[in-house]
């Protein structure tokens, strides 16, 4: 099982839409979880992070952690071109590894 | 600008060379990484540095040779490498191993073995 899993996508929406990303993990001691956006030949640049259960809101973007089923999702909401890129889901537990793992990242394209 | 840059951005070489790949950090952190980014695979962390030691090695080929001679400077000495060994490297650093906020990235380096 990976540890860190997401669906590579593409996942398509129009502008102006919701777009929803979701990410599933293997190890219950994580602790913290991460979403960054990576554009093509760019670096991965951090965009969102959560720790506790719920939801995070960061002005078009909404973190949402269920640690009981080991989910994260983000959702962005008015979706734009600019948008469109790669994000990739990481976790970190401190107690174990003290490392991020990150999942394959999911490719977004917003359409006009 | 990330405050994490890295040098070349490009590389091509052959599988008899040797190169290094270099990474500075301008944000007074503690710990720097090196992580390769293959197509269609999750980022894989080769090498973890904390205040200029070694903490953390995942079975790396030893065709990698990292050096770290102080906080700020990270390098990845490459020799002999394999077509296989194509990916884009990527530095980061935290304020330590332990950080939970999330680490800065570099813009990576664009690594072609022909």
């Known amino acids: 099982q990976k540890e860190v899993e997401q669906n590579s996508g593409p996942l398509s929406v129009p502008e102006g839409a919701i777009a929803s990303l979701n990410c599933t993990y293997s190890?219950?001691?994580?602790?913290?979880f991460f979403w960054y956006r990576q554009y093509s030949g760019k670096s991965p640049e951090l965009i969102m992070s959560?720790?506790?259960?719920g939801d995070k809101e960061d002005g078009r973007f909404t973190a949402q952690l269920n640690k009981a089923s080991q989910y994260v999702s983000l959702l962005i909401r008015d979706s734009q071109p600019s948008d469109s890129a790669t994000y990739l889901c990481?976790?970190?537990?401190?107690?174990?590894?003290?490392?991020?793992?990150f999942g394959t990242g999911t490719r977004l394209q917003v359409t006009l | 600008e990330t405050g994490v840059t890295q040098t070349p951005r490009h590389l091509v070489m052959g599988m008899t060379n040797k190169k290094s790949l270099k990474c500075e950090q301008h944000?007074?952190?503690?710990?720097m990484y090196w992580y390769k980014q293959s197509a269609k695979k999750p980022l894989e962390l080769m090498f973890v540095?904390?205040?200029?030691?070694?903490?953390e090695n995942n079975s790396v080929p030893s065709r990698f040779s990292p050096e770290c001679p102080n906080s700020s400077h990270l390098f990845l000495h490459l020799h002999t490498l394999q077509p296989e060994d194509s990916a884009l490297y990527l530095c980061?650093?935290?304020?330590?191993?332990?950080?939970?906020?999330?680490?800065?990235f570099g813009s990576g380096t664009r690594l072609t073995v022909v």
């Open positions: 959560i720790y506790s259960n």
């Open positions: 980061a650093s935290s304020q330590n191993t332990r950080d939970v906020y999330g680490y800065t």
């Open positions: 190890d219950r001691g994580s602790q913290s």
């Open positions: 944000l007074g952190h503690n710990a």
């Open positions: 540095y904390s205040l200029e030691e070694r903490v």
């Open positions: 990481a976790v970190y537990n401190t107690g174990t590894a003290s490392k991020l793992t």
